[in-house]
């Protein structure tokens, strides 16, 4: 069964600083199906990256994706201020088939 | 437009049972498998269950295998998450979400924007 870690559980930055947020498998996952998401209060979850590191489509690029194996990055490079929320990341097509991570808060 | 939308949010009493919906336009519904997901107030995302409307194969996450039903009537483009008895602790938002493949990527691209069933005597 694959479980995903993520860290930190917050994340406390400033706009305009980079943030740089961990997600790591209990086994080696296919990068293709490893995705991270964005929820506001509120709000549904958003698509932000998709395969590990493509970007969804209206996603700014100072959202990146990177990481293969059991450890994939979500970097966001200059933190704007509608950029604090919640992030998951996802991996599909393993045991469960759907499997989210418990998600980091980034906040001010 | 590719969207989904929900149906609105859920009173009950504990042991009721409810169905809540999830349409889909703007696409080739029958073509995208369509997933629920919970959220319990204050936590995480969870993965419940996955239907592909043009066959109807559903596949349930171990943790709701047996706790809800999840169907599809493709002739409206609406997938269901029903529950034939409620419990308080399905208090809880429920997204449906489209699973898109763009270049043999998959992931939840389409998201609807949740109902909010709760359940309280």
């Known amino acids: 069964e694959i479980v995903l870690t993520q860290s930190p559980g917050t994340l406390s930055l400033s706009p305009g600083e980079r943030a740089t947020l961990s997600c790591r498998a209990s086994q080696t996952v296919t990068s293709s199906y490893l995705a991270w998401y964005q929820q506001k209060p509120g709000q549904a979850p958003r698509l932000l990256i998709y395969g590990a590191s493509s970007r969804a489509t209206g996603i700014p690029d100072r959202f990146s994706g990177s990481g293969s194996g059991t450890d994939f990055t979500l970097t966001i490079s200059r933190l704007e201020p509608e950029d604090f929320a919640v992030y998951y990341c996802q991996h599909y097509g393993s045991s469960p088939l759907v499997t989210f991570g418990p998600g980091t808060k980034v906040d001010i | 437009e590719v969207q989904l939308v929900q149906s609105g949010a859920e009173v009950k009493k504990p042991g009721e049972s409810l169905k809540i919906s999830c349409q889909g336009s703007g696409y080739g519904f029958y073509g995208h498998w369509i997933a629920w997901v919970r959220q319990m107030p204050g936590k995480g995302l969870e993965w419940m269950g996955i239907i592909y409307p043009d066959d109807s194969n559903t596949k349930y996450s171990p943790s709701f295998q047996g706790q809800v039903t999840i169907s599809v009537d493709k002739s409206i483009s609406t997938a269901y998450l029903q529950w034939s008895s409620l419990k308080a602790s399905d208090t809880a938002m429920y997204f449906c979400?489209?699973?898109?493949?763009?270049?043999?990527?998959?992931?939840?691209?389409?998201w609807g924007q949740g109902t909010m069933v709760t359940v309280s005597s």
């Open positions: 979400a489209r699973l898109g493949a763009e270049g043999g990527k998959e992931a939840f691209d389409i």
